[in-house]
């Protein structure tokens, strides 16, 4: 399981209020509920409760699928990638690839790979 730096901040910003951080990623809003794990011996575990809703199925041919912004950011800080956005891994694979195959690697300050390099 991935390890992340949790921190809870009791009343913050105001008296009552409390402040979930996670990577450094506030994501108090989109957060129900927290438990959390302090076996001596272990790694601390918490478990978060997300606001979104579980379905089984959910069958529709033309829907807006709406996240609230504090859900999605939670998510995103977590490792989620969101549909149709390309991952920051295939972000930079997909800026320093070949041009031509798409394949290779481009050469420093080049769009083509050695293979690809059109003769001068």
Excluded at 57 to 85: F, K, N, Q, S, V
Excluded at 106 to 120: L, Q, S
Aim: hydrophobic residues 40%; negative net charge.
């Amino acid at each position: 399981m991935t390890r992340h730096r949790v921190t809870i901040a009791p009343n913050t910003p105001t008296l009552g209020s409390h402040q979930l951080l996670v990577d450094g990623h506030d994501i108090s809003r989109g957060v129900a509920s927290l438990r959390m794990s302090l076996d001596a011996g272990e790694v601390p575990a918490v478990e978060l409760e997300l606001r979104i809703l579980e379905l089984d199925r959910m069958d529709l041919e033309d829907a807006e699928l709406y996240i609230p912004d504090a859900t999605r950011g939670a998510l995103i800080a977590l490792g989620w990638t969101p549909p149709g956005a390309e991952s920051q891994d295939e972000a930079l694979r997909a800026a320093t690839s070949c041009v031509s195959c798409n394949d290779q690697p481009a050469r420093p300050g080049a769009d083509f790979c050695a293979a690809c390099t059109p003769a001068p």
